[in-house]
């Protein structure tokens, strides 16, 4: 192995903070910086995250007018990156240049149209389109990560000149240890008595910090047309965790005569969240759209069956009706009521909770960011010959 160190350069607006991407940067770089051989440097505007093993530069941000944010913040970036003598640039965010781009959201003008459903782009989503071409087809990055088949086909949707080889899915890793300081009885108990349910009901959990373009309406109709055959000893109850326009759902339970059987939780931080995973005994999230969903690989990792759209890029993981299903008609309310029906079975329960949590024990993590790392060997390899 080459003795040198390298200098790695990981750019992003907000490292270690609430959301998947800014998580999956802080878990990958402190893995990675626990190799001798690299030498990890943060560029961020906001950081949560304190490692000793990972060195921090603030990257200024002009966040008025708001269509200079990402302009601005790939601006700074890129003045910085050119005082420092770094081998690789690895960016998680739109910038100008950088040697590998992880894709932790499709193309931006496919998100405006498909998943925002805007006619028309504003000042602020030209600016970003306009860094996200100049990152793509610039010429200076050699691959592009994509955390699952789902981004990656979005991806050369919007780019079909960029050459498929050079798109590498890797999926996120999973600490599944995470959960093994909690004892799951007293999880089940502390949270089922906090929000009202009880020992013997059914709970679906839901959990995102964006409930309104996450499905949670379709589970809604789906969890009111759920009728356990010959059961009326426990009731079915839905769990949500996150935030958004909850009185929008709340009066759709209401309508639909399931206003009790529907708990908000608001935004839970990060031990509850996880007593929650354990006291649940599903999951489910049936998005418009998820590039991955670090949720799903959670829930898995706590034993839940899961149930997704699949517009949701875990579906990567899920096997249909072995650890979990795919709802591809999110619109088909009886579809859903289905599934859920089907976990209510006992035996079946057991046996796709124990293949959920097999699935999520072999993402880890370390598989990761060796996978990430032999992408860094490949880019310092070929430039060293060129």
Known sequence: MNSKIKRLAVVIPKYGLTGGAENFCARLSEHIAQN?????HVLANRRQS????VCFHGVPIVRFPRY???ISFAFFARRLLKNMNYDLIHTHDRIFEADLYTMHGIPHRLWVKEVRKKRHMSLFDLGTQWVEKK???????????AVSNLTKEKFLQEYPTVDPNRVRVIHPGIDAQGFSGLDRIACRREIRERFGMEPRDRVVMFASMNIDIRGLDRLVEGLARVRPAGRNDFEVKLLVAGK?????????ARKLGIEENVVFAGV???????????AADMFSILSQFDTFSMATLEAMAASLPVMISGNVGAKDLVKEGVNGFIVEDVDDAEQIADKIEKMLDDPLHARMAEAASRTARARTWEDTAGKIEEMYEEILKRRRCS
Not at 50 to 53: E, F, I, L
Not at 135 to 145: D, K
Not at 247 to 252: A, E, G, I, K, T
């Open 68 to 70: 200079l944010i990402t």
């Open 36 to 40: 001798d051989d690299y030498e990890i």
């Open 268 to 278: 839970a931080d990060r031990e509850t969240l996880d007593k929650m995973y354990l």
């Open 244 to 252: 958004g326009n909850v009185n929008r759902y709340r009066s759709l």
């Open 50 to 53: 304190t490692s000793p093993n």
């Open 135 to 145: 990152l793509v087809t610039g010429g200076s990055c050699r691959f592009f990560h």
